[in-house]
């Protein structure tokens, strides 16, 4: 452990733009959604009737989590139900970047040759994190009690958080042992993530198996219900998840060899297959692990989206007095059009994150010096580009289509669900558009698209809440996808948005053409 | 077309940094041609110009007749370069990382490739990441070495190669250079490879070429050092420019010596009688540390 001191401050400061925008940005979310809820509505009365709904809508269930009263915090609480995902995704993904990333990159190599102890790297990423983890606890508890929140409620909210960042921080450092690259650490930890995610949701959605539930880190932090019943008992389980986890990562790190990882690698062909000879099929190569991947992982959304779609109906023909005020907002139909409409949204985000993630490939591809030996072949600058782009437009296309088919086919209406769905992909267009455009021109400044990614969230989470300006909504490409099922379907919103994000990826790879590589 | 890479008067700068300086570099087709410099000195650079890969400017570049950002697709089909950090994909196989990008040049020849593989030892299955540096640096040379191609570019292509190798990497190159029509830019910072591969070589520092020419012209701009045994007193010897760090004790001299001042200086030896007499040539490492540490301009 010795020189975790001075390890830490160099995570700090490598970390020092991007840690405090978590920390606050998550951390002011509850408030914000509560000066929401404040203006949105007139009377407790609305409240009552709008938690009452919620709280039957499986749909709702699924997205949210379950809710369990209707004060304005425990409302707060739920509509933040996907804050804690986001919480571990952010705490998994500093927790690589200062482990394995390193490692891999050389740097630790460096580091550990000066007097610096074994386990000193890790220790330094995990305090850094869990520290981070603490302070946005505190800024959930101040904020919230600050707002005039009950202040036993206000700690727990603060404490789930915190535990939030703590587990998945264990996560990732066990991702990062494990494999031996950033890469294959960071799919590892969003896997851990993505099934947490469903088992949770699983659990949520019915009564005789809410064990499922029990069996997920996220499915804990639901169960605190702080401002409700402010349960210890899943708090004290994350707590002792977070503790095993950095125990096991750091045994697997003490039995380990440096730069290798447990999972070993294995040889391959000595010569390459005559398919292997052009940009294209580089690019595939590169792709593909990355296009199964998320595949597989929207077509399991799919299959968990339809599948709590078909109940959302049901359990509303079943509560009386819900019918009502579901009929009050168009019936029935309306709220199962309503909840694939959100289902899809949620979808074209996580897809705009692979367009984001496919297209910066070409970024990495450029700084491990890669692209420097391909571009000294016959291979020109715009080939190099398109060859990557494709990946990031198509991808997500291929990712959608399995998403919106398999929900529609389980559900029963493969149409709208699967055109809902569809209907995303010029907004991630969009993005990946962006993408190119910051790679062509702004090199140093690409990682900014996953801040437009930020802001499309935001802005589709708080956006409608906090009354922002049609303009600012305007900004994100989202707000233009026809709402759909349900919804009127215009093509020129989606034909406007494809040519915007032509014209993007266009100027890109003309840009690219004109510049240094690598820059 | 006698000359493979003319370059004259280019200028790169990076922001405030002037990588670059009026730097000129030619390399006759047919030669095999070092390219030294301190580190920094833009030989990295100077060779990402030639490629197309970054744009200079200030000065021009010719490239095998072409220009080099231009015509950069076209160019490159007649040559292969060895970066000087190598690093391959770690989904592919050091085999397939050769084959690929002997295709996207334009073809390479199977029978080379397998001759190359065997003569440095390499194991063409391992994947990207696990092999070590030297290992690395060999799938690059092999994948360069493959195709037949007019140019090889070659930016430090022997870091990390053990003695051994760095023997069969110098063979190989000699077997390029009796083929006559090959042209290697071979920049290095191991002067027994470049003293022996290289018919001209050019040194640069701080982005602009410092001196260029044959071993033979460069060694005859420096000093032989000289040590003597004397018969009789000897006289001004002092006094001749070109003479420099002069001792002398009991009839024994020592000095270094100008070329151009060798002959009066001998002459003066040999009126005091000479009992006997060592003379050292000029070592590359003298002659590199004079460049290399020689203030700026
Ligand atoms: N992309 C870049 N951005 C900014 N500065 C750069 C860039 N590439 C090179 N430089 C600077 O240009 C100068 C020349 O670097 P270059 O890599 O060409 O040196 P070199 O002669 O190859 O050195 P070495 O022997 O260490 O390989 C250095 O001062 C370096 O810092
Ligand atoms: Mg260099």
Known sequence: ?519 | MTEAIDVEGLVKRFGAVTALDQLDLRVRTGEVHGFLGPNGAGKTTTIRVLLGLMRADGGTARLLGGDPWADATALHRRLAYVPGDVTFWPQLTGGEVIDLLGRLRGGLDPKRRDALIERFELDPRKKGRTYSKGNRQKVALVAALSSDVELLVLDEPTSGLDPLMEEVFREVILEEKRRGDRTVLLSSHILSEVEALCDRLTIIRAGRAVETGTLADLRHLTRTTIRAELTGPVNGLASITGVHGLTSEDGRVAFDVDADALEPALKTLVAAGVRSLISQPPSLEELFLRHYTKSEK
């Open chain 1, 1 to 519: 452990m010795t020189g975790t001191g001075r390890l830490l401050r160099l995570v700090l400061r490598r970390d020092r733009w991007i840690m405090p925008l978590w920390i606050f940005g998550f951390g002011i979310l509850p408030y914000v959604y509560i000066a929401g809820f404040e203006t949105l509505f007139a009377t407790a009365q609305e409240r009552v009737d709008y938690a009452r709904v919620s709280a039957a809508n499986t749909g709702f269930i699924a997205l949210y989590g379950p809710l369990h009263g209707d004060s304005l915090g425990e409302l707060a609480v739920w509509r933040g139900g996907f804050v804690p995902l986001m919480i571990g995704l952010a705490a998994l993904l500093t927790v690589v970047r200062h482990t394995r990333a390193d490692e891999e990159s050389g740097r630790t190599e460096l580091v550990r040759a000066t007097v610096v102890g074994r386990y000193a790297q890790l220790a330094a990423a995990l305090i850094a994190t869990a520290g981070a983890s603490l302070l946005m606890g505190l800024v959930v508890a101040g904020t919230m009690i600050g707002a005039g929140q009950p202040v036993a409620g206000s700690i727990a909210l603060g404490v789930v958080f915190m535990l939030s960042g703590w587990m998945f921080a264990g996560v990732g450092a066990i991702a990062a042992q494990l494999t031996s690259s950033a890469r294959s650490a960071r799919t590892l930890g969003v896997v851990a993530l993505g099934v947490s995610f469903v088992l949770r949701l699983g659990g949520d959605v019915s009564d005789d198996r809410e064990f499922l539930a029990w069996l997920s880190p996220i499915g804990w932090v639901h169960r605190v219900f702080p401002y409700g019943e402010n349960n210890g008992g899943p708090a004290v389980l994350a707590l002792v998840f977070a503790i095993v986890t950095v125990g096991v990562s750091a045994y697997l790190l003490a039995h380990r060899d440096m730069g290798a990882g447990l999972l070993a690698s294995r040889l391959g062909p000595a010569t390459a297959a005559a398919s292997l000879g052009s940009p294209l099929a580089l690019a595939w190569r590169l792709h593909r692990g990355l296009l199964f991947g998320w595949t597989a992982g929207f077509a399991a959304l799919g299959l968990v989206f339809g599948g709590v779609g078909s109940s959302v109906v049901q359990l509303a023909a079943d509560s009386g007095g819900v019918d009502e005020v579901f009929s009050r907002i168009g019936g029935s139909g309306a709220v199962t059009d309503a909840y694939f409409a959100t289902t899809a949204a949620v979808c074209g985000l996580i897809a705009a994150c692979y367009a984001v993630q496919a297209a910066l490939r070409m970024r990495d591809e450029e700084q491990s010096g890669h692209a420097e030996a391909v571009l000294s072949t016959s291979v020109g600058r715009f080939t190099w580009g398109a060859s990557h782009l494709i990946f990031a437009l198509l991808g997500p296309a291929v990712a959608l289509l399995a998403q919106g088919l398999l929900a529609g086919v389980v559900h029963g209406t493969v149409g709208p669900v699967l055109a809902a769905s569809l209907a995303q992909l010029p907004a991630v267009w969009v993005l990946a558009g962006v993408t190119m455009l910051l790679v062509g021109t702004w090199p140093k400044m690409a990682s900014l698209a996953w801040g437009a990614i930020a802001a499309c969230v935001l802005l589709l989470l708080v956006g409608s809440l906090l009354e922002f300006d049609q303009w600012v909504l305007d900004l994100s490409p989202f707000t233009h996808v026809p709402h759909l099922p349900g919804g009127t379907f215009t093509p020129l919103p989606l034909v406007l948005l494809t040519a915007v994000a032509a014209a993007f990826g266009g100027v890109g790879l003309l840009a690219l053409r004109r510049r240094d590589v690598p820059r």
